[in-house]
């Protein structure tokens, strides 16, 4: 499962232990998902002493593309409309 349907089903009914924070928190972290490393990181430096958290997420987190994947993407040219808003356009094998 990835760091951020992980991270979005924190706000389940129920008690989150700190340890299932931090292996969310790293995995983020491996998956170039900094926006989530943050948050969690931040809630835990609030709360050194809790144990147990009890998350209630007003907004769910999307998942943002990796800098490790940006050299592969280009912008769509002018006056194409790729199919599907928001997704990476993709970049064309060259023919030579």
Do not use: C, W
């Not at 706000?11 to 972290?29: C, D, H, S, T």
């Amino acid at each position: 499962m990835k760091s951020i349907d992980r991270y979005n089903g924190l706000g389940a009914p129920g008690v989150i232990r700190r340890e299932e924070l931090i292996q969310v928190m790293y995995q983020a972290k491996k998956e170039e998902q900094f926006h989530i490393y943050h948050r969690l990181d931040r809630l835990l430096n609030t709360y050194p002493q809790a144990r147990t958290f009890d998350i209630d997420l007003e907004d769910p987190a999307f998942e943002i593309v990796p800098q490790s994947e940006l050299p592969f993407l280009e912008e769509a040219p002018d006056g194409e409309n790729p199919e599907g808003l928001g997704k990476p356009y993709p970049r064309k094998k060259s023919t030579r």
